[in-house]
């Protein structure tokens, strides 16, 4: 049972134009949220992450928004660059969780076109 | 700069061999993981150690093991290598909490054929 969903695989954008990635997730007691941005041939590294105390969190172009109703994340990034061509993940963690474990989405490939 | 490193970044090895997958971290953290990346199914926990000596399942540690002897070392172990265990491995540290992200490393890109 997936409980970190990004339900769009990949997404094409222009330079300049804004990027909005997607996550859902179905366990309620996550309590923390994280991006992470993975280049073909290396590891993931961390790009920005959010408390469920907040509903927004920014970092220059990149912002990422809490809908804990919803259960929904997203992330935002303004403006594109083809830099930012990657594949983002999405991670969650619960509160009292041994050993921090983060629980991974699918990924979305994200393409920004020059 | 804070790093963890895998040993190895492409290894081919036969159906039936039994491969070593190691990883090292430099930042005296106590957590240590393996993932594994596949398309459509993103990184899946395969085990995770938050102390020397210990270690616990993740969600598919089926034909896996762990070795985890000293804080800075955390091996993965495919007892009898199968082609379906034809992945990217990559291994994380962070500090004890939930607080904390990973570092990971740069994976090792395991064939087996």
Redesign the interface.
Known sequence: DQQVK?NS?SLSVQEGRISILNCDYTNSMF??F?W?KKYP??????LI?I?SIKDKNEDGRFTVFLNKSAKHLSLHIVPSQPGDSAVY?C?A???????????????TELSVKP | DVKVTQSSRYLVKRTGEKVFLECVQDMDHENMFWYRQDPGLGLRLIYFSYDVKMKEKGDIPEGYSVSREKKERFSLILESASTNQTSMYLCASSLMGNNYGYTFGSGTRLTVV
């Open positions: 990004q695989p309590d923390y994280l992470y041939a290396e590891g993931p590294t961390f992450s408390s993940f991670a963690s619960a509160r009292g969780n041994q050993g921090g474990k983060l629980i991974f989405g699918q990924g």
